[in-house]
């Protein structure tokens, strides 16, 4: 059975509520906009701290993104999983003429 436009667009706008909630910048602008109300003077001291956990969450979360990432970047680089000590990957070998 075919849907109606309004269930089409209900579907719609839930499928980008759900991606709005896993997408990390539109996470980030809603914790800054608590922190705008905090620096308003608007949150109680139980909201502020819940606020406080939810923003170091978020930075330790950006903090293993940025170093998972920079692991990756050196191995594509050198051919180690890590700078120090681990042999290398053989180079290449030449393509038989």
Request: aromatic share 4%; charged share 35%; no cysteine.
């Amino acid at each position: 059975m075919a849907l109606t436009p309004a269930e089409k667009q209900r579907r719609y706008r839930e499928k980008r509520k759900a991606a709005d909630q896993t997408n990390p910048d539109a996470i980030e602008h809603t914790l800054m906009l608590e922190v705008e109300r905090y620096e308003q003077g608007e949150l109680s001291d139980q909201e502020r701290n819940t606020l406080a956990d939810r923003l170091a969450d978020l930075a330790k979360k950006y903090l293993w993104r940025a170093h998972r990432l920079s692991q990756i970047a050196v191995k594509v680089r050198t051919g180690s999983a890590h700078p120090r000590g681990e042999p290398q990957a053989p180079p290449p070998k030449p393509l038989a003429a």
